[in-house]
C-alpha cells in the first residue's frame, strides 16, 4: 500500500496504518452486533433478547480472563497484551464453546427450544461471570487491569491481519444473515405456525445462532465487550421502520455501525490525547438516542 | 362412507384420515385409537367436552405432533411423507390462539400467508391479500398492529391469513388434484353472533365451491348442525360418534357426551332447514 516513489506524509501513514483498520473494524462490530441483536430478539421473539443472551461474551470474557490470569502462570513465555493473537484466538474459542453449551443445554427431543436456551443462557452466563469474577481474585493490579479494559471494549491497536480477517467474516455471516429476514417474520407467529408454514424452523434456529457465535465471537475477540448496540439497534429500527426484518436486519447492522462509529470517535476526543473505554461510549451514545426515539415514537409501544 | 356424489369434488380424492391413532404423554393418554376421516369439499366439525382431546387431533392433521401410535395419512400417502414446504401450500392452519410478536400490521400478518408461495412473487399477492382481508372484513383494519385488535378481530385475521395461505389451488402437490386444507381450532369462540356465521359460511361456501376441506373445532352444536356436513365427536380421548352431523347429534348422544337435555326445536315457520336444540341448564 506504499508503492510508489514519493514519500508518504504522515498523515497519509496515520491514516492508512491506525484510522482506515480502526474504522473498519468498528463498522464491522456495529454491523455484527446490530444484526445479531435483531437475529436473537426476532429467533426469541423477545425484545429483551441481545447477542450476549446465547453465551457469545459471557464465554469470550470468561476466555480472555483466564488467558490474561493464568496465561501467565502456565506459559509464562506466551504474549499477552491486549490485541494479542494469543487473546484473540483464545475469546474466539471461548465465545464458540460456551456458545455451543447452550446450544446442547436447549435441546429437547430432537428439537432446540427457545425457551430452555433463554434460561440456559442466563444460567451459563452467570456462571461465567462467578468464573470471571475468580479470576479477578486471583489476578494481579496489573492483569486485573487488563481485565477491566478488556471487558470495556475498545477498536484501538488492532493490526490490518486482524481487521481483515475480522471484516470478511463479519460480511459473510451479515450477508446470510439477511437470508433469514423472511422466516423470521413468519416466526414472529410462533414457531408452530411458521412450521405451517413452510418455514424449516430447526435449520433456521442453528443458523442464526451459528452466525451470531461467528460474527459476534469474531468481533468480541478482538474488540473485548461492546455492549448495548445489539440490545438497542433494532429497536431503534423498529421503532421507526416497523418489525419487518427484511427492513429491521439490514437497518440494524447499519445503525450498529453507525453508532459504534459515533461512539468511537467520542472515545478518541473527548478526553485526548487518553482515550475512553468504548463499551462506556456505546451506552453514553446509545441510551439518549435511543430514549428520544421512545419519547418521540411512545404512541406506537 | 357417505359421500356426497353431488359435488364435483370426489371426497377420496385427497382425504384426509386418522387410523387408529394413540397420543400418550407421560402418565396420560390423550387419545386412543381414534380413527376418523375428513373429506375434500365437507365441513367437518371436531365436538366434544373440554379436554377430550379435540386440539390433540387437530395437532396430530397439522403433523405438529406425531401419534405414538396409528398413522395419519394425507391422499393415502403417510403425513411425514410430504415436505413441509408442499403441505403449506394445501393446508392452512388457525390456532385456538396466536401470540404475534413485535408490532406486525394486519396486513403483513395476512402477507405472511402468502409465504410459501413466494417462489413466484408479484401482483398476484397483493391481490390475494386484499381479497383475503376483504373475505374476513378486515380491509379497514389493515395499517392497524395486530396487537391492538380485539379478540375476534384477532381471529378474522388470522383466518384472513389461511385463506391466503391457500387461495388457489396448486398444481402437483397431492396427486392429481391436490385438495386444499383448513384446519380451524375453535374458530368461532372469540366472534360476536353475526360473525360466528358469517365466518362459518365463509369456510362452507369454500368447502361447497372449491373443493376445500374443512376442519373445525367448534362448541356450539348448533352451529354444527347448520354449517358441518360431518362431524368426529369426541369424549375422553376416544372417537364416541362419526357421519353425518345431523345424524350423528341426536339428543341422546348430546345428554351421553355432554350431561346436557338438548330438545329440538322448530324452525320459523316449519321450514325444512338444520335441526337446532334448545338445551336444559345441567343438574
Known sequence: ?301 | MNARNQTDFSPLAGMLEVVGVGVEVPGRSLLQAASAQFMAGQVTAVLGPNGAGKSTLMSLLTGQRQPTGGHVYLAGKALPAYASADLARVRASVAQETQVAFEFTVREVVELGRYPHRRHPGRRDVDVVLQAMQATAVEHLQHRALNTLSGGEKARVHLARALAQVWEPVGGVAGDMPVRWLLLDEPTAALDLQHQHRMLQLVRAWATAQGVGVVAVLHDLNLALRYSDRCVVLQGGQVVGSGATAEVLTPFCIEKVWGVVAHPVATQGGAPGPRQYLFDAPL
Not at chain 1, 286 to 291: A, C
Open chain 1, 1 to 301: 500500500m506504499l508503492a510508489g516513489s514519493t514519500q508518504p506524509t504522515p498523515e497519509h501513514l496515520v491514516f492508512m496504518n491506525i484510522r482506515l483498520p480502526r474504522l473498519l473494524l468498528g463498522a464491522a462490530a456495529g454491523a455484527a452486533l446490530g444484526m445479531s441483536g435483531a437475529l436473537m430478539q426476532g429467533l426469541f421473539r423477545n425484545p429483551l433478547a441481545d447477542p450476549g443472551l446465547i453465551g457469545v461474551s459471557s464465554g469470550a470474557a470468561l476466555a480472555a480472563g483466564v488467558t490474561i490470569v493464568l496465561g501467565s502462570l502456565w506459559f509464562p513465555d506466551m504474549p499477552r497484551t491486549l490485541g494479542s493473537w494469543a487473546l484473540v484466538a483464545t475469546a474466539f474459542a471461548g465465545s464458540l464453546l460456551v456458545t455451543v453449551l447452550v446450544y446442547a443445554l436447549s435441546q429437547q427431543d430432537g428439537a432446540t427450544r427457545v425457551g430452555l436456551m433463554l434460561l440456559a443462557g442466563v444460567a451459563i452466563n452467570a456462571l461465567a461471570g462467578a468464573g470471571l469474577g475468580y479470576l479477578t481474585f486471583l489476578a494481579t493490579d496489573e492483569q486485573l487491569r487488563n481485565i477491566q479494559f478488556w471487558l470495556l471494549g475498545s477498536l484501538g491497536g488492532v493490526r490490518w491481519s486482524a481487521v481483515a480477517l475480522v471484516c470478511s467474516m463479519v460480511a459473510v455471516a451479515v450477508g446470510a444473515g439477511f437470508t433469514l429476514a423472511r422466516p423470521l417474520n413468519a416466526i414472529a407467529l410462533g414457531e408452530t405456525q411458521a412450521a405451517l408454514l413452510g418455514v424449516p424452523v430447526e435449520r433456521v434456529k442453528r443458523f442464526a445462532v451459528l452466525l451470531t457465535a461467528l460474527a459476534v465471537g469474531a468481533v468480541t475477540a478482538t474488540t473485548g465487550i461492546i455492549g448495548f448496540i445489539g440490545l438497542v439497534a433494532p429497536h431503534c429500527v423498529r421503532l421507526v421502520a416497523g418489525p419487518d426484518h427484511r427492513i429491521v436486519l439490514p437497518g440494524s447492522a447499519l445503525l450498529g455501525a453507525a453508532l459504534v462509529l459515533a461512539a468511537d470517535s467520542a472515545a478518541r476526543t473527548m478526553v485526548k490525547p487518553a482515550e475512553l473505554p468504548l463499551g462506556v461510549l456505546t451506552a453514553f451514545v446509545g441510551v439518549p438516542f435511543f430514549l428520544l426515539l421512545l419519547r418521540h415514537f411512545r404512541g406506537r409501544l
